[in-house]
């Protein structure tokens, strides 16, 4: 009662926006307390949101929910401006205005019609049980490639920004788990030849024709290729090693940064020229069963810092992100929360590799993210599988939920930011399908889940440097076959 009393008791602050929707505009507001602190809110809907906590506690919004809070302070005279970059997602939202000192709000501004570029289609690309990961990158077009493989072959399908599947083609090797884009527009695939052993690449034009294969061997058996960037002079490849390869596919060096007996699930290039990997590893250190290993290393492949974190269950990591700021967020499942079967959880580290916290999302039978992007406003976007649903997640970045949508049966392996919010790539059933939403989770084919971020108690130990080898490079040859699975859209 003492808020609302307080809001009806000042005059509302004004709001108004200038730019482009899509593009980059601008929000402008007056008339809030002078040099205090005023939060932009940013709704999908009209609705009747409460607030729960704060000075402003129980004051009613009139937006749906809120999914992105955007704090700044007004100068002498009450005006603030707040510039934003808008996707195409922002026009089928709502702004509002909150003083954060009277808790006085402005209207709910509206910011036009829905954009019409969010979809899912099945591709029906055939995905193995064995080795179900995929891997994918945006396109020059703003579409997206997605790599996997199933039925005895690798294949690379690329979907416009429509939802139109533009090519399909297979290759002749197992599966692929990984895919970069190259600097000529083509595409490097990285799996492994055989099931689980036989690291192998493919280089292919932007129109799927192989330009070479490149098999390696360190003379036992050995599971393939997870991930892998381009970087000048070559590629950086993830699999039970960190590898250093030249732009033709041979071999400079193989550095270990698990260790454990785990290999590297995810990997990501660093602001210095290295790159940060992350996977499972030192069985029973420092706690539990199999816990995460994150490891920085340099361009050369050597080891900068490594650490192991977990807890009293299994502390699983499938991918890790560098971030703006020098630090890393990770992503997998664990069991260490003690509440019975897995969870998705998110740990942030800070640029030494020091666990600052982690979370996990519990209120389901089993869950697991896969895929962990940085969003502009340094929040996070999780790909994963919520009770056997695929789901997309947007947190702030402390970890809290902003909004939560699965997208129908399956597994959300991977995803990318394109231009009107995010694309990701899932297994359903044992079939590719690909999905586009905009930049508050909208597909016109999405279900809200109710999603809240718990604090997760892992401990951490350092680890000595790895050694690194080289590996033999195997001849291998192949050339692509042109695919047509049938393509059907789940929403369009």
């Known amino acids: 009662m003492l808020v609302a009393l307080m809001s009806s008791a000042f005059a509302a602050p004004t709001v108004t926006v200038e730019g482009a929707c899509p593009g980059t505009g601008t929000i402008l507001v007056e008339g809030v307390t002078p040099g205090s602190t005023f939060a932009t809110l940013l709704g999908r809907d009209p609705g009747g949101f409460v607030i729960a906590g704060g000075p402003c506690a129980g004051t009613t919004l009139d937006l749906d929910a809120v999914v992105r809070n955007e704090r700044r302070m007004a100068d002498a005279t009450g005006a603030g401006a707040v510039m934003m970059s808008w996707p195409a997602a922002a026009c089928s939202g709502y702004v509002q205005v909150l003083d954060m000192t009277t808790c006085a709000l402005s209207s709910a501004i509206p910011f036009g019609a829905p954009s019409g570029d969010s979809w899912v289609v099945d591709v029906g690309a055939p995905i193995g049980s064995s080795y179900p990961v995929l891997g994918m990158v945006r396109t020059s077009d703003d579409g997206v490639a997605v790599a996997g493989g199933g039925g005895g072959n690798a294949w690379l399908v690329q979907v416009d920004p429509t939802g139109e599947v533009v090519s399909q083609s297979t290759y002749p090797m197992y599966s692929a788990a990984g895919l970069a884009a190259t600097s ?50 070559g590629f950086r490849v993830a699999g039970i090693y960190d590898y250093g390869f030249t732009s033709d596919g041979d071999p400079t060096w193989a550095a270990i940064t698990i260790g454990g007996g785990g290999n590297v699930n995810g990997m990501d290039l660093t ?221 369009l």
């Open 271 to 491: 602001l210095d020229g290295g790159t940060v990997s992350t996977g499972e590893g030192s069985y029973g250190s420092p706690a539990g069963d199999y816990n995460t290993v994150v490891t920085k290393t340099n361009a050369g492949g050597a080891t900068v810092w490594s650490r192991s974190m977990g807890g009293a269950g299994y502390d699983w990591s499938d991918d890790v992100a560098a971030l703006a700021d020098g630090g890393y967020a990770i992503t997998g499942w664990t069991t260490s929360h003690g509440g019975g079967g897995s969870a998705c959880w998110l740990g942030r580290l800070d640029s030494a590799g020091t666990l600052l916290w982690a979370t996990y999302y519990p209120g389901f039978s089993t869950s697991a993210c896969h895929e962990v992007l940085e969003t502009s406003t340094g929040g996070f976007v999780l790909a994963g599988t919520f009770d056997s649903k695929a789901a997309l997640l947007e947190l702030d970045a402390a970890g809290n939920v902003l909004w939560a949508n699965s997208y129908g049966n399956g597994t959300a392996y991977a995803a990318v930011e394109v231009d009107t919010g995010w694309a990701f790539a899932k297994n359903d059933s044992g079939a590719l399908s690909v999905g586009r939403v905009d930049g508050l989770g909208a597909s016109g084919c999405e279900a809200p889940m109710s999603v809240t971020a718990v604090t997760l108690p892992l401990a951490q130990t350092s680890n000595s440097p790895y050694s690194s080898t080289v590996p033999a490079r195997i001849p291998a040859a192949g050339n692509a076959t042109s695919a047509a699975w049938v393509n059907t859209s789940e929403c």
């Open 184 to 233: 000529d527009g083509g595409f490097l695939l990285v799996g492994e030849m055989t099931s689980y052993n036989d690291p192998t690449m493919i280089r292919v034009t932007h129109t799927g024709a192989v330009t070479w294969m490149s098999q390696i061997d360190h003379g036992y058996p050995e599971q393939g290729f997870y991930a892998a960037f381009e970087v000048p002079g």
